[in-house]
């Protein structure tokens, strides 16, 4: 039984991350870790160990940064975020002058 269980993981995992010759997400599968661990924390926590909340939140922001969807908005937002933050900075510093 286990060995089954090992051969269809392995099965698994070439078809998801996208071994030569299988293959459904490609090269841009990173957040499938985090999806992953982020599921095995959750999973912990439902379980009863109140610790494996922080860890199962903290794995959601890589996965936010890694998935594909926010790299767009990040593309527009971090340097909007930096400009903001230099605006500040300049109007801080010309108030106190």
Sequence with gaps: ????????????????????????????????????????FGLLFLLGQRWALWPALGVLVPLALASEGLRGLLAYAFPLALVGAEAYLLWRSVGKG
Excluded at 1 to 13: D, E, R, T, Y
Excluded at 19 to 37: D, I, K, M, Q
């Design 1 to 40: 039984m286990l060995l089954l269980l090992q051969n269809l993981g392995l099965a698994l995992g070439r078809v998801l991350l996208g071994v030569p010759g299988f293959g459904l997400l490609g090269v841009e599968a990173g957040w499938l870790l985090f999806v992953g661990l982020a599921l095995t």
